[in-house]
């Protein structure tokens, strides 16, 4: 039996929530940010980030759900690039809402160093040049280091400006062989501060030049992507002139949907590990291993086409055989 609120109960204030609110008419709608923000060109979200930062408090983007012909995306515009900036201890949940990056160049979302934060996102959505999301450590924090580290992000979906559908509109599936596939889902840039050991999950990366980025000093991170698709190339770890990104964990299934140029996983770091799914490439490989990779292991959970440049013996191949000699 469930017993009423005493009259103590009821004088006692409402607890505090220590959280900052992004909503989709803040703040006419209650929200403490959000589009009408006076003065903003990402819906609010700078100025919550900052504010959230200044304050000590959590950070939650409000979504919703969407029934196509019923009810609307909650979208959050960017007019210019979202700049998270150096926080510890933070978490931020995002609802389903969706980030839409409205320019052609530049990156719409950018991570300065995090130490020990929790970040949750919905869709990220970009067609220009630069990266959905790019996690680029700048500036030194409290605790003197440029940084990410011990953190975890989640990521629903990083839309590049090839779009989700392989025929350029929603539900036109056959594809559209002049479609220009443009950014980076997810670049782990290494190149002022190191990125180590975060677990990383995005469900969905579409529509990319490159899906998943790791360059410079990128170490010991957990990676799961659950469907890189649509994307020119893949996976990039390093590259001929980068052998820094070295022992990473990366789970992931890739498809390129039929994109002729496509190339699936290229590993020029070393004592990495990859965990791959994959559909057949029409003339790339699925797995590249460069001149400099070296202590790889990758695990094949598919029929796979793989060209080996190493050294001989400098890699391992476990699973399915490969189909293409090395």
């Given at each position: 039996?469930?017993?009423?609120?005493?009259?103590?109960?009821?004088?006692?204030?409402?607890?505090?929530?220590?959280?900052?609110?992004?909503?989709p008419?803040?703040?006419?709608?209650?929200?403490?940010?959000?589009p009408?923000?006076?003065?903003?060109?990402?819906?609010?979200?700078?100025?919550?980030?900052?504010?959230?930062?200044?304050?000590?408090?959590?950070?939650?983007?409000?979504?919703?759900?969407?029934?196509e012909?019923?009810?609307?995306?909650?979208?959050?515009?960017?007019?210019?690039t979202?700049?998270?900036?150096?926080?510890?201890?933070?978490?931020v949940?995002?609802?389903?809402a969706?980030?839409?990056?409205?320019?052609?160049?530049?990156?719409?979302v950018?991570?300065?160093?995090?130490?020990?934060?929790?970040?949750?996102?919905g869709?990220?959505?970009?067609a220009?040049d630069g990266?959905?999301?790019?996690?680029?450590?700048?500036?030194?924090?409290?605790?003197?280091?440029?940084?990410?580290?011990?953190?975890?992000?989640?990521?629903?979906?990083?839309?590049?400006?090839?779009?989700?559908?392989?025929?350029?509109?929603?539900?036109?599936?056959?594809?559209?062989?002049?479609r220009?596939?443009?950014?980076?889902?997810?670049?782990?840039?290494?190149?002022?501060?190191?990125?180590?050991?975060?677990?990383?999950?995005?469900?969905?990366?579409?529509?990319?030049?490159?899906?998943?980025?790791?360059?410079?000093?990128?170490?010991?991170?957990?990676?799961?992507?659950?469907?890189?698709?649509?994307?020119?190339?893949?996976?990039?770890?390093?590259?001929?002139?980068?052998?820094?990104?070295a022992?990473?964990?990366?789970?992931?299934?890739?498809d390129?949907?039929?994109?002729?140029?496509?190339?699936?996983?290229?590993?020029?770091?070393?004592?990495?590990?990859?965990?791959?799914?994959?559909?057949?490439?029409?003339?790339?490989?699925?797995?590249?291993?460069?001149?400099?990779a070296?202590?790889?292991?990758?695990?094949?959970?598919?029929?796979?086409?793989?060209?080996?440049?190493?050294?001989?013996?400098?890699?391992?191949?476990?699973?399915v055989?490969?189909?293409?000699?090395?």
């Open positions: 039996m469930t017993r009423g609120a005493t009259e103590e109960e009821k004088a006692r204030p409402p607890r505090p929530t220590n959280r900052i609110l992004v909503s008419r803040g703040p006419r709608d209650g929200g403490d940010f959000g009408f923000t006076p003065g903003t060109r990402t819906s609010g979200l700078q100025e919550a980030f900052e504010e959230a930062k200044r304050r000590g408090m959590d950070l939650e983007i409000a979504g919703g759900n969407w029934t012909g019923k009810t609307s995306a909650v979208v959050y515009n960017l007019d210019e979202l700049r998270v900036p150096w926080m510890q201890n933070a978490r949940d995002g609802g389903h969706v980030l839409n990056y409205t320019k052609r160049t530049g990156d719409a950018v991570f300065d160093s995090q130490m020990s934060g929790s970040y949750r996102f869709l990220i959505v970009s220009s990266a959905v999301v790019r996690m680029a450590p700048t500036t030194a924090g409290p605790d003197g280091f440029r940084v990410i580290t011990s953190c975890e992000f989640v990521f629903n979906a990083l839309v590049g400006g090839g779009g989700a559908w392989p025929g350029g509109s929603p539900h036109q599936n056959e594809l559209d062989r002049s220009r596939w443009t950014g980076t889902g997810l670049h782990l840039d290494g190149s002022k501060g190191s990125i180590d050991a975060n677990k990383i999950t995005v469900v969905e990366t579409v529509g990319c030049g490159a899906g998943l980025r790791l360059s410079e000093a990128v170490s010991r991170n957990t990676i799961e992507e659950v469907n890189i698709h649509l994307c020119e190339d893949h996976i990039r770890i390093g590259g001929p002139d980068d052998r820094a990104p022992d990473n964990r990366i789970s992931a299934f890739l390129c949907q039929g994109i002729e140029t496509a190339t699936g996983a290229s590993v020029f770091g070393p004592r990495n590990m990859l965990t791959l799914s994959t559909r057949p490439f029409p003339r790339g490989a699925d797995l590249t291993f460069g001149e400099s070296a202590g790889n292991v990758a695990i094949l959970q598919s029929a796979c086409r793989v060209v080996d440049r190493s050294p001989a013996g400098s890699n391992h191949l476990l699973g055989p490969p189909t293409r000699p090395r």
